[in-house]
Structure formats: structure tokens, C-alpha cells
């Protein structure tokens, strides 16, 4: 048996030694070290730092398209602001006024018994509802003070729940309304296909619906003014062309935490910047899934509501603008809603948010193209500027260059990162974001190592959607807490009993926590070794990873 060994061991040693350099077998440990130090650097210099140089220069020129088209939205605000381009001006906008009267118009409320209200069109009002157990009065309620002709209105509540003890509550809510003489309709169907397209398509089936000429839609978290309608549907009467009209959303919570602050920060610069100008110029902007008035024409002329992606509010607006539909948003009316407070709930809503419009662009990028409805323009605005820039490279850029490629290039003295890209242009970006919330300026540092943070969940979104890969169509309702938000006070405030305290799997998040060792370890490394100080930036941002990844970020849900 050893002589057996031995012949096998002397027919493949020439075979292994064939494929190791002869200088290297006669080396001593030391010399090998030496030489696979030699091999290590050959690799880095001709494989590992071109590769990283690439990147680099890709991250530049993304980072450039963002900057431009965040400076060509500032500078159409800025010209919106100082020349006062209201909608009311640029649109025929009228009151609606009774019949009677011949002036008044405007001051009837849904109880009342109206006379001469045939002036007035027929609105059907949408509350779609899935176990929204903290705040389902707030939104039925805002929804039947509504001041509209009582004979011109039904409020439609689509209950999703599936815990029989909130249906039982939602279904008394809407019956008090109803005793008060309201025109509220209770809806449930037998499953949940389609998600919230699913419930409204599932609405637009009732008979009585044929009916109404517009369609208002409220998430169960909002909470419009008496006079919404009053200011939205004057903008349909005399502008057939127009197929919604979006208002901005008004955030109650804002203050409750650093983490609501910094979404106020973001939400601001997407309604009073990214929708204003793509309803100023006439290109495109989204529909928001609530808090907007549609024409039901102009749903049905789109094809209706599609559950195909979780983004069903902007893939009916893209249909319906490729039908020739325009859109008007009008800053002036808010409705009020809340902000996820807990960072789980955050982190669900961002990967939805960042998931849907990816994959709606996948799916509807031929359909844009060959569209004969729209011009040119519009449809480069909708690739380019709406879908490419601000759906898919905000979102990768900011994740790839600032935790990926900047950390590993402190690995590579070779690799330079110029300052303009690595700095100047940056906080450009940052100030044009921020300048709308200017309350929140003092939160510019917070705002920045957050939304980077939260820039790995979506673009692992984003990825998700291109791809169309398992997440895809993962739909996780939004945790809201309403009342037992206004009054608790926020974690922070409370001291945290251990029978309080969240299972250790519900706090801990492992991904946060190992790019934030990553990047503590390229900043170490960059104190050893490097030359730029970007130790800095690295520490203060592996900082905000590691306090991300341990679970103090925002409040934690109010014992009930």
C-alpha cells in the first residue's frame, strides 16, 4: 500500500509543479511571502484598481445627471415663485354656485337637504382600508365632513382587514355616519387580489358608482378639509383635458422624531419641487395614491386600476398620460396624514416605494416609446427625467458610490476620487434637496447619513424591480399609529422597561450593521494609511449605520 501511495504521489507531482513557477519552489517562506506580495499587487494594479476607476468615473457621471436635473427643477420653482404662476391662474377656475342663489355657492354641508344642487357633479369618495385599527374613525370622519351637496356625494370605505375585530369596528363607524343621513357604503370582498388596485377596481364595480363623474381617493391615514372638493373640482368644470388634480400632502407627525423630520425633509422637495415642475411644464408627475381627484373618464379611458406592480397610483397615471390626459397639482391644498414613525415601518414603505416604479418601468418602457398620443418631450421627460433619474439612479448612486465605492477606493491609494465629485457636488445636491424644508437646515448632517442608510434598502428595491425577482410584489401595509401616536410621547421620551423592550430579532438589523463595519474598517484603515481624511466621512457614517443596525431610530409602537 505505501509503495502504491508513493507511485501515485511521484506521477502527480509533476502535474502540480507544472502549473507553480519554479522560482517559487525554491523559495524560502519569507521569499514566498515577498512573492505573493508581488502577485497581490500585480493583480491590484491591473485588474482591481482599472475595475474600481470604471466604477468610479460611472458613479461621476450619475451623480452629474442627478445634479443637473435637480438644478433645471430649481430653476423652473424659482421662475414659478417669483412670477406667481398659480394653477387657479393658469387654469379657468371658477366656484361652483348653486342654482338658486345665483352667488353663495360653496357653503352647503352634507347634511343638510339641498336645493339647486344639480350644478354640482356627482363625486364618489374611496377609502381603502386593510386592519387600519388606530385611525379609521380620522379618515371617515374627515371624509363625511366634506361640505358637498349630500345628493352629490357617496363615501365608498373598501375594507381589506382580515382581523374580524377591526371589520366589526369599521362597519359600526360607517353605520354611525349613516344614521346622521350620510351616503356611506360598506364594502368587502372575499380576498385581497390586487392589493389596493385590487380593492379599488373591485369599488368602481358597483352599480351605483355609474353615476359619479369624479373619483377622490383618501388613504386611511388622511384627513382633508371641509372645503377639499370646493377647491379641486372647479378645476375639471371648464378644463376637459385635465384628468387630476393632486393636492400635497400636510404631515402631522413631523416633529415626533429625527427620523419624521428628515422624511419631511425629503417629501417636501417631491411635492413642492419634482410634482410642481412636472405640472407647470405640462410633462409629467405621478398620482400619489391618495389625497387626488380623478375623472373617472379618464381611469376607464387608461384601462382602470392594474395590481400588476405595488405602484398601482403611477401606473395608472403613466396610462392615463399616455392617453393624453393632463394632470394639475396645486400646493396650496394639503391634506393632513402621518409619517411612519418606527423604522420598521419605514424601512417597508421605502422598499415599496423604491421596488414598484422600478419594476413599472421595466414593464411599460416599450409602451412609453411607441406611444403616438404624447409628444417627444413628454416622453423623455417620463424615461429620462421621471423613471432613469430619479426612480433608479438617485436611489443606486447614492448607495454604490457613497458606502461602496468611496469606502473600498481608501483601500486603493491609486484610485483618485476628484473633490468635486467626491464633495462639491454632493452637497449641491444636498442643499437644492433641503432648501424647501428650511426649518429642518440644522438636520442637513442627519439627513444625509440617513437617507444614505436608507439608500441600501432601496436600491436593493430598485435591483428587485429590474429584475422582477422574489420581493417584487411583497405589499406590507404601512404601520400607522394614529391617536395612540398623538398621545404617547416618542421613545426617546420614555424610559424603555424591560418588559417593554422588542424581541432582539425585531430591533437588530444585520445588514445595517455589517456595511457599518465596513465602512468603519476602511475608515480605520484611512487613518493608518490614507492621505484625504475621508476617516471623516467614513466614521460618521459607519456612526449612523451601527445606530440604524442596534434599533434607535424613530419611536417604537405605543403599548395599546
Known sequence: ????????????????????????????????????SLVWNTVRSSFIAPVLRVLVYTCLVMSLMLFIERLYMSVIILYVKLFGRKPEKRYKWEPIKDIDDGGGGGDSHSGDVEKGTSNYPMVLVQIPMYNEKEVYKLSIGAACGLSWPSDRIIIQVLDDSTDPIVKDLVQIECQKWANEG??????????????????????FKRSYVEACDFVTIFDADFQPDPDFLHKTIPYFIHNPEIGLVQARWEFVNARECIMTRIQEVSLNFHFKVEQEVGSFTYAFFGFNGTAGVWRIAAIHEA????????????DLSVRASLKGWKFVYVSDIRVRC???STFKAFRYQQHRWSCGPANLFRKMFMEIVRSEKVSLWKKIHVIYSFFLVRKIIAHIVTFSFYCVIIPTCVLFPEVVIPKWGAIY???????????????????????????????????KGTIIGLLETNRVNEWVVTEKLGDALLKSKSSSDLPMKPSEKPPLL???YLMELFMGGYIFLCGCYDVAF????????????ATAYFITGLGYVGTRKPNS
Open 506 to 508: 425585531e430591533r437588530i
Open 1 to 36: 500500500m505505501g509503495s502504491l501511495k508513493k507511485e501515485i504521489f511521484e506521477d502527480w507531482v509533476p502535474l502540480i509543479t507544472s502549473f507553480v513557477p519554479e522560482t517559487l519552489l525554491e523559495l524560502s517562506k519569507n521569499d514566498v511571502i515577498e512573492e505573493l
Open 182 to 203: 350620510i351616503n356611506i357604503k360598506y364594502e368587502i370582498r372575499d380576498n385581497r387580489n390586487g392589493y389596493k388596485a385590487g380593492a379599488l377596481k373591485e369599488g
Open 303 to 314: 384601462g382602470g386600476w392594474n395590481g400588476r406592480t405595488t405602484v398601482e397610483d403611477m
Open 425 to 459: 457636488i454632493p452637497s449641491a445636491i444636498t442643499l437644492l434637496n433641503a432648501v424647501e424644508t428650511p426649518r429642518s437646515i440644522h438636520l442637513l448632517v442627519y439627513w444625509i447619513l440617513f437617507e444614505t442608510v436608507m439608500a441600501m434598502h432601496r436600491s
Open 530 to 541: 490614507g492621505e484625504n481624511w475621508f476617516f471623516v466621512y467614513l466614521f460618521a457614517q
Open 338 to 340: 402621518e409619517l411612519p
